[in-house]
């Protein structure tokens, strides 16, 4: 292991194992670097006999997701430089050009515009109160940091599953994880009642975490799984009544499993395809920030002074 902190872990577990405890117990030690689902499935691993399997599936998954962010990561390296430099732009022209601007039109007693006058307002913030620059900064140091635990807020991640574009790439990225996860607990030989309990306490947004809590409320009422995916279909988004086809096709042939790790598959590449093509996705939205940012900074800048002919020599045509 290249971690140290990985190495420690691993190093604890197997001193847990020497000693008599099983894994899962062990592992289960370390809650931030195995998750609930992982410890579910070592467990019906264990009482399956098939822990060598579910590692092995254990192993695969994660592969796959991390090459998938991976490709995600370095598609918003493009739009993050984009962003940085716009930032940029604006803090060096309110330290350069805006204050020889407003010295300009104070003497002269003009009226600006409002978009002048704003940009005035911040270089002279930043030029008296230097300090301010560390605002933003500390602002995204802390966004940074604490973006694992922000994205778990049910009411953001209702608001990215809305989002164009983003909540496509959320509802199929939960979609995938989430039926992955009961596809590997239902072939372990776990119960479905409690398959569905530990995905829906595992699943990473709170649209399927309800949505597989209902299921199960069906599962206990009498109803099959097909039927009770149906009923709850609304929750999946636009590809709902697709899955719950695929559902009862596996009612009819026994083959709940391989339908649900097919589903799992399928959005997998979906999002395998999306990673790859991140860049020019959010290309629009780079260049209609930059459009916005450029027209806003010439409107600001050079408004003024294509109007200093009417300052300076007012009533003249």
């Known amino acids: 292991m290249k971690s140290p902190r990985y190495r420690g872990i691993i190093a604890e577990v197997a001193h847990q194992i020497s000693i008599g405890e099983k894994i899962s117990e062990a592992m289960a030690k370390f809650p931030d670097a195995f998750g609930p689902e992982i410890i579910a499935l070592i467990k019906a691993g264990e009482e399956s006999g098939r822990l060598p399997e579910i590692f092995g599936q254990i192993g ?7 090459r ?5 990561k370095k598609g918003m390296i493009y739009p993050g430089i984009v962003l940085v430099m716009g930032l940029g732009v604006v803090i060096t022209m309110s330290y350069t050009l805006v204050p020889a601007v407003s010295k300009l039109y104070a003497d002269l007693g003009a009226e600006l515009p409002g978009a002048t006058r704003m940009m005035m307002k911040i270089s002279d913030t930043l030029i008296n109160q230097p300090w301010t620059l560390l605002i933003p900064i500390g602002g995204l140091m802390a966004l940074f940091k604490n973006w694992g635990r922000i994205t778990k807020n ?3 991640q209702k608001v990215f599953a809305a989002t164009p574009t983003v909540g496509s790439i959320v509802r199929k990225s939960a979609s995938a994880v989430s039926f992955r996860c009961l596809s590997l607990l239902l072939e372990s030989g776990v119960r479905i009642n409690t398959g569905l309990k530990i995905t829906s306490e595992c699943a990473p947004h709170v649209y399927y975490k309800e949505f597989f809590a209902r299921v199960r409320g069906h599962i206990n009422d009498g109803l099959g799984l097909s039927e009770a995916f149906l009923m709850e279909s609304h929750w999946l988004g636009s590809d709902g009544r697709t899955i719950c086809g695929l559902m009862e096709i596996a009612a009819e042939t026994g083959s709940a499993t391989e339908m649900l790790e097919e589903v799992a598959d399928d959005y997998e590449e979906e999002l395998d395809t999306i990673a790859n093509q991140i860049d020019k996705v959010l290309e629009p939205v780079t260049i209609v920030f930059l459009g916005v940012l ?11 002074i294509f109007s200093l002919g009417e300052v300076m020599l007012p009533g003249k045509d």
């Open 60 to 66: 695969k998954s994660q592969r796959k997701t991390l």
């Open 68 to 72: 998938i962010i991976k490709k995600l």
């Open 154 to 156: 049910p009411t953001v």
């Open 294 to 304: 450029v027209g806003f900074l010439i409107y600001a800048i050079d408004s003024p």
